[in-house]
């Protein structure tokens, strides 16, 4: 297939550049066969049944970006991708000219950076001080919020670029399909019977980027790493079982749990993950999605497109630009129900 296939015209206005006023007053497309419906975000609460087993993805974003300098006096911005360990990380480098093993640079003005070696795009970076990275980039570093929100990061993103459910730090980017959720909606969906469960992708900033080869077969998907507890494994096979749906909150959710099904079932555990979901693709695990509008041409819409079928998203994508949702990040969510196979790869 084509990269351009998966284009479409969105007005600039319609980016969404800040989070609505409360958590959670979002807009809600139900993508259902062959049917659309706009819906209030809040209506999930009747759209997700007794015994769904709703998956949520519980990373927590850390402030990856730093500014500072080389030794030459040149600037330099970092955005750290992943944490390696207490003191190292890869990263993104922006400069003039890249850093070279073993040269230093100088971060938010206290920070002696080492640079180790350059791993493809990424360079790998030692931080030359007795605290934990992850306590320094808190401390240091900025919100990484994506490329297309124009405002540099405030104390609003900091709590609003997050979800209420985040706890496992290592995040460069938000799962943002669960910044809709509030403490509230998540007792009320319990209280109704909805059994929550949690997997962790730590999104890469990857996830920003367009597919740029002209067929999708010659995208290089980029690496995130993931884990899927025992006892999430245990709840959904129960649901199979049962025949109740797993609903993934997510692309994340969704590529998190699609991951750990490669071998051809569900297995608890963790790793890396370079999974490229395209139409034609066969779902192991989720039944249902939950997830915000996608950037055109890339490998996120290629997913959604994938497991709604193409031209039902395609559609849909019209339809929400026409009725004015807001896109991307601090946008609007759907609600996708999984075409079938046949449906999916003929579309």
């Known amino acids: 297939m084509r990269t351009d296939q998966f284009n479409f015209d969105l007005p ?9 006023l409360q958590r959670g007053d979002s807009r809600l497309l139900h993508v259902a066969t062959q ?9 999930v ?5 007794p015994g769904d087993v709703l998956v949520l993805n519980d990373t927590k974003v850390i402030k990856a970006r730093l ?3 080389k030794a030459s006096g040149g600037k330099v911005e970092v955005l750290v991708e992943r944490v390696l360990n207490a003191n190292e990380v890869l990263a993104q480098v922006r400069a003039s000219h890249a850093p070279k093993p073993g040269s230093q640079l100088l971060l938010a003005e206290k920070l002696v950076v080492e640079m180790l070696e350059r791993q493809g795009e990424f360079f790998r970076l030692r931080f030359h001080s007795e605290e934990n990275v992850l306590d320094l980039l808190t401390k240091y570093g900025e919100l990484p919020l994506p490329p297309y929100i124009t405002h540099q990061a405030d104390d609003a993103d900091d ?12 995040a460069v980017a938000a ?24 997997v962790t992708l730590h999104v890469g900033a990857g996830t920003f980027q367009p ?16 884990v899927v507890p025992t006892s999430t494994v245990s709840a959904i096979q129960q649901a199979k079982r049962d025949g109740r749906h797993v609903v993934a909150v997510g692309t994340t959710s969704l590529r998190a749990l699609e991951s750990a099904a490669r071998s051809g079932e569900l297995q608890a555990g963790s790793g890396d993950t370079d999974i490229f979901i395209t139409p034609g693709y066969r779902f192991q695990v989720v039944d249902r999605l939950l997830t915000n509008f996608h950037l055109p041409q890339s490998t996120l819409l290629m997913l959604v497109c994938a497991f709604g079928g193409m031209h039902n998203l395609l559609t849909a994508y019209q339809h929400a630009v026409t009725q004015r949702y807001r896109f991307f990040s601090y946008g609007d969510a759907m609600l996708i129900e999984r075409a079938s196979f046949s449906s999916s790869s003929q579309s």
Not at 175 to 198: D, K, M, Q
């Open 45 to 49: 609460v009747d759209l997700l049944l």
């Open 175 to 198: 799962p943002t399909a669960g910044l809709h959720f509030t403490e509230s909606l998540l007792t009320t969906l319990r209280n109704r019977g909805v059994e929550i469960c949690y």
């Open 35 to 43: 049917h659309l419906y706009d819906r209030m975000f809040t209506n």
């Open 67 to 69: 500014f500072g300098q």
């Open 159 to 170: 709590q609003r670029y997050q979800t209420v459910f985040a706890r496992e730090a290592g």
């Open 12 to 20: 600039a206005e319609l980016i969404a550049q800040h989070p609505p």
């Open 211 to 226: 597919v740029r080869s002209e067929y999708i077969t010659q995208h290089q998907m980029h690496h995130e790493r993931y």
